[in-house]
């Protein structure tokens, strides 16, 4: 999976309830980004980083908050979780905002 | 808005018979066109990168080949090790990737 690991793998948690999920890659790939998979859907971006502390939203962004203090590593944060929040999470990188790649994925549910 | 289309939705082959996965796209200028292999459970795995019509690409039993509105990905004498999804994805200059709902296929044996 192209030096890209995600935490927690799988999660479940209650609604109202913070959480956050961490994506790190031993690329020094420049770009990162978060997306969800979801039956009946494409991924579908939900935010995306070009740098340290820089970071834009995607398509699905509401309800998520992210952050990249450092090159190796993007927080994805659901400051209240909701059941509409229950996915499978992926990161992936790309060191020129072309070619991505994926992470193994986290799935969270949302009771 | 640009909006990637994969056909058919699923798709059964047997061991050995070939046949071909469609990508339709609505780009306005294409940057790439992309191509991965998603297992259940894991993440999508990167298959090919197209860039222009005319443009053809293989790996093993795959070859992806574009048009101006579409790609293919062709699957010769396929094993049942090749079931899994492909997802097609397009990215136009100044804009992120945007995915398509996938083909599942399976082979069997």
């Known amino acids: 999976d192209a030096g890209i690991t995600q935490s927690p793998r799988h999660k479940v948690t209650e609604t109202g309830t913070p959480v956050t999920l961490r994506c790190h890659q031993t690329e020094n790939h420049r770009y990162m980004y978060w997306y969800r998979q979801d039956p009946g859907h494409g991924l579908r971006l939900i935010h995306y980083?070009?740098?340290?502390?820089?970071?834009d939203k995607g398509e699905v962004s509401d309800g998520y908050s992210v952050s990249r203090s450092k090159t190796e590593d993007f927080l994805l944060t659901l400051e209240s979780a909701t059941s509409s929040q229950t996915s499978v999470y992926f990161c992936?990188?790309?060191?020129?905002?072309?070619?991505?790649?994926f992470g193994p994925g986290t799935r969270l549910t949302v009771t | 808005e640009d909006q990637v289309t994969q056909s058919p939705e699923a798709l059964r082959l047997q061991e050995g018979e070939s046949s071909s996965l469609n990508c339709s796209y609505t780009?306005?200028?294409?940057?790439?066109l992309f191509w991965y292999r998603q297992d259940p459970g894991k993440g999508p795995e990167f298959l090919f990168t197209l860039y222009s019509a005319g443009e053809e690409k293989e790996k093993e039993r795959l070859k992806a080949t574009l048009t101006k509105k579409e790609s293919f990905l062709h699957i010769t004498a396929p094993k049942p090790e090749d079931s899994a999804t492909y997802l097609c994805?397009?990215?136009?200059?100044?804009?992120?990737?945007?995915f398509g709902k996938g083909t599942k296929l399976t082979v069997n044996p």
């Open positions: 992936a990188i790309s060191e020129y905002d072309y070619e991505q790649y």
């Open positions: 980083s070009y740098g340290v502390k820089d970071t």
């Open positions: 780009v306005s200028g294409l940057r790439g």
């Open positions: 994805a397009v990215q136009a200059k100044n804009e992120k990737l945007v």
